[in-house]
């Protein structure tokens, strides 16, 4: 064999090698995605993805808010927290969710018959605490508006119902459609009685969009993982791999009986 032939071979095998290394790395980042993906919301998922987001869980409008109005019925440091179920339950879910979060959904499609359940039973109470971190990350405005918006609803007695159907309407992570505020004035037709003139001015005019930011910032300022996070009387169980509806029931009902 000629001296041109082996360099031609040996030229060829190296191309080939080389363009094995390219699919390994390509096979090795695109694993990276999917479990980045599909696990949690984190405060790092505009790293992993390429994004940067040097303010991450803020919005353009943050630095531009109003004064900061509670949607009725607020409890908690600051009037942070917007409380489902009876005060007098043994037991306390506290749930930091953003609207945009596909992790979020997941839990509540999961976990949602079964906190329906024990909330009306009086044997659970949940706090909901909005966050705005896909808005920071991903860019846009939809987690701030949709959070305003449930707030809006909160106002009106409705949080519980239209919460559900934000979650159930939810965009894919990428589109921000709940920046759109014709968008969520038309979801809350699916909830009798929200859709009324104080509900849409409440939206179009953002009255808690201040009170969105300042609970985000709690959230930053908690150091949290990620969203969701849920705490069952200030025990972190997101992070619980053996957790389920099921066991979730198991402990409320434990600790309902004292």
């Known amino acids: 064999m000629s001296e041109k032939n082996?360099?031609?071979?040996?030229?060829?095998?190296?191309?080939?090698?080389?363009?094995?290394?390219?699919?390994?790395?390509?096979?090795?980042?695109?694993?990276t995605l999917i479990v980045a993906s599909s696990v949690v919301c984190v405060l790092g998922l505009a790293a992993v993805i390429g994004i940067v987001a040097a303010n991450s869980g803020k919005d353009d409008s943050s630095d531009k808010a109003g004064p900061v109005v509670a949607p009725s019925g607020a409890k908690g440091e600051d009037a942070l927290a917007i409380p489902v179920g009876k005060e007098s339950a043994r037991s306390t879910l506290t749930v930091w969710e953003d609207f945009r979060c596909p992790a979020c959904k997941a839990f509540e499609t999961a976990y949602r018959p079964t906190i329906h359940e024990l909330t009306a039973a009086g044997k659970l109470r949940v706090e909901y605490h909005l966050a705005t971190l896909i808005d920071g990350n991903m860019g846009g405005?939809?987690?701030r508006k949709a959070a305003n918006a449930a707030a809006c609803a909160q106002d009106a007695g409705k949080f519980p119902a239209y919460h559900d159907v934000l979650y159930e309407n939810q965009p894919e992570e990428t589109k921000d459609s709940f920046a759109?505020?014709?968008k969520l004035i038309g979801l809350a037709a699916k909830v009798d009685g929200l859709d009324t003139p104080a509900f849409r001015a409440c939206v179009e005019g953002g009255t808690h969009d201040s009170w969105v930011v300042k609970s985000n910032q709690a959230f930053q300022n908690g150091h949290f993982g990620g969203t969701p996070t849920v705490l069952f009387n200030g025990k972190n169980i997101y992070a619980d791999q053996s957790m389920t509806p099921a066991k979730l029931k198991q402990m409320v009902e434990e600790a309902d009986k004292g």
């Open 6 to 31: 082996r360099a031609g071979k040996r030229t060829a095998r190296e191309r080939l090698a080389v363009e094995r290394e390219k699919q390994k790395a390509s096979e090795r980042r695109r694993r």
């Open 141 to 143: 405005s939809g987690s």
């Open 180 to 182: 759109d505020t014709d």
